[in-house]
Nanobody, 127 residues
Framework: QVQLVESGGGLVQAGGSLRLSCAASGGTFSRYAMAWFRQAPGKEREFVAAISTSASRIYAASYADAAKARFTISRDDAKNTVYLQMNSLKPEDKGVYYC?????????????????WGQGTQVTVSS
Protein backbone atom coordinates (compact mmCIF):
# COMPACT_ATOMS: atom_id res chain seq x y z
CA GLN A 1 0.00 0.00 0.00
CA VAL A 2 1.45 3.32 -1.09
CA GLN A 3 0.78 6.47 0.90
CA LEU A 4 1.13 9.85 -0.76
CA VAL A 5 1.36 13.19 1.00
CA GLU A 6 1.28 16.44 -0.95
CA SER A 7 2.67 19.75 0.25
CA GLY A 8 3.59 23.15 -1.11
CA GLY A 9 0.20 24.56 -1.97
CA GLY A 10 -0.89 28.02 -0.93
CA LEU A 11 -1.97 31.44 -2.07
CA VAL A 12 0.01 33.18 -4.80
CA GLN A 13 -0.57 36.16 -7.06
CA ALA A 14 -1.10 35.69 -10.76
CA GLY A 15 2.25 35.38 -12.50
CA GLY A 16 3.85 33.84 -9.44
CA SER A 17 5.25 30.38 -8.85
CA LEU A 18 4.71 27.44 -6.55
CA ARG A 19 6.49 24.12 -6.17
CA LEU A 20 4.39 21.20 -5.08
CA SER A 21 5.92 18.10 -3.56
CA CYS A 22 4.51 14.64 -3.06
CA ALA A 23 6.27 12.27 -0.69
CA ALA A 24 5.59 8.56 -1.11
CA SER A 25 5.95 5.74 1.38
CA GLY A 26 5.01 2.10 1.65
CA GLY A 27 6.13 0.93 -1.76
CA THR A 28 9.02 0.87 -4.21
CA PHE A 29 8.71 4.40 -5.52
CA SER A 30 10.84 3.90 -8.62
CA ARG A 31 8.39 1.31 -9.95
CA TYR A 32 5.48 3.73 -10.08
CA ALA A 33 4.57 6.30 -12.63
CA MET A 34 3.60 9.52 -10.88
CA ALA A 35 1.15 12.20 -11.85
CA TRP A 36 -0.54 15.37 -10.77
CA PHE A 37 -4.22 16.02 -11.25
CA ARG A 38 -6.25 18.98 -10.11
CA GLN A 39 -9.86 19.70 -9.32
CA ALA A 40 -11.41 23.14 -9.37
CA PRO A 41 -14.62 23.89 -7.44
CA GLY A 42 -17.60 22.43 -9.25
CA LYS A 43 -15.48 20.75 -11.89
CA GLU A 44 -14.21 17.26 -12.54
CA ARG A 45 -10.70 16.22 -11.66
CA GLU A 46 -8.37 16.79 -14.59
CA PHE A 47 -4.91 15.72 -15.63
CA VAL A 48 -2.03 18.16 -15.20
CA ALA A 49 1.25 16.26 -15.67
CA ALA A 50 2.73 12.80 -15.41
CA ILE A 51 6.13 11.18 -15.38
CA SER A 52 6.91 7.58 -16.15
CA THR A 53 9.26 5.20 -14.46
CA SER A 54 12.77 5.40 -15.80
CA ALA A 55 14.29 3.44 -18.62
CA SER A 56 18.03 3.77 -18.34
CA ARG A 57 17.54 6.90 -16.21
CA ILE A 58 15.39 8.57 -18.84
CA TYR A 59 11.91 9.56 -17.74
CA ALA A 60 9.07 10.41 -20.06
CA ALA A 61 6.97 13.36 -19.01
CA SER A 62 3.61 14.39 -20.37
CA TYR A 63 1.51 17.48 -19.81
CA ALA A 64 -1.99 18.74 -20.28
CA ASP A 65 -2.18 21.57 -22.81
CA ALA A 66 -2.92 24.03 -20.01
CA ALA A 67 0.31 23.07 -18.25
CA LYS A 68 2.72 22.96 -21.16
CA ALA A 69 5.51 25.55 -21.08
CA ARG A 70 4.54 26.66 -17.56
CA PHE A 71 4.70 23.54 -15.39
CA THR A 72 7.47 21.01 -14.96
CA ILE A 73 7.11 17.61 -13.36
CA SER A 74 10.16 15.84 -11.97
CA ARG A 75 10.96 13.00 -9.63
CA ASP A 76 13.71 12.04 -7.24
CA ASP A 77 13.62 8.30 -6.75
CA ALA A 78 16.24 8.50 -4.00
CA LYS A 79 13.91 10.74 -1.99
CA ASN A 80 10.66 8.99 -2.99
CA THR A 81 9.32 12.35 -4.06
CA VAL A 82 7.70 13.84 -7.13
CA TYR A 83 7.55 17.57 -7.75
CA LEU A 84 5.46 19.96 -9.78
CA GLN A 85 7.08 23.31 -10.48
CA MET A 86 4.38 25.76 -11.51
CA ASN A 87 5.35 29.08 -13.05
CA SER A 88 3.34 31.96 -14.52
CA LEU A 89 0.33 30.89 -12.50
CA LYS A 90 -3.10 32.02 -13.60
CA PRO A 91 -6.36 32.33 -11.64
CA GLU A 92 -7.70 29.36 -13.61
CA ASP A 93 -4.96 27.19 -12.11
CA LYS A 94 -6.78 27.36 -8.79
CA GLY A 95 -7.84 24.04 -7.33
CA VAL A 96 -6.90 21.11 -5.19
CA TYR A 97 -3.86 19.37 -6.62
CA TYR A 98 -3.63 15.63 -6.16
CA CYS A 99 -0.64 13.38 -6.49
CA UNK A 100 -1.16 9.88 -7.88
CA UNK A 101 0.94 6.74 -8.29
CA UNK A 102 0.42 4.11 -10.96
CA UNK A 103 1.88 0.62 -10.99
CA UNK A 104 1.71 0.33 -14.78
CA UNK A 105 4.54 2.84 -14.92
CA UNK A 106 3.54 4.45 -18.19
CA UNK A 107 2.87 7.98 -17.02
CA UNK A 108 -0.28 8.59 -19.03
CA UNK A 109 -2.93 11.20 -18.38
CA UNK A 110 -5.85 8.96 -17.46
CA UNK A 111 -7.12 8.57 -13.92
CA UNK A 112 -7.57 4.84 -14.46
CA UNK A 113 -3.79 4.51 -14.81
CA UNK A 114 -3.29 5.36 -11.15
CA UNK A 115 -3.78 3.13 -8.14
CA UNK A 116 -3.00 5.42 -5.23
CA TRP A 117 -3.96 9.00 -4.50
CA GLY A 118 -2.99 11.61 -1.98
CA GLN A 119 -5.36 13.87 -0.05
CA GLY A 120 -4.52 16.92 -2.11
CA THR A 121 -3.09 20.37 -1.52
CA GLN A 122 -4.93 23.62 -2.20
CA VAL A 123 -3.60 26.11 -4.73
CA THR A 124 -5.19 29.54 -4.94
CA VAL A 125 -4.13 32.17 -7.46
CA SER A 126 -5.30 35.73 -6.95
CA SER A 127 -5.76 38.08 -9.88
Amino acid sequence: QVQLVESGGGLVQAGGSLRLSCAASGGTFSRYAMAWFRQAPGKEREFVAAISTSASRIYAASYADAAKARFTISRDDAKNTVYLQMNSLKPEDKGVYYCAAGARGRGLGYMDEYDYWGQGTQVTVSS
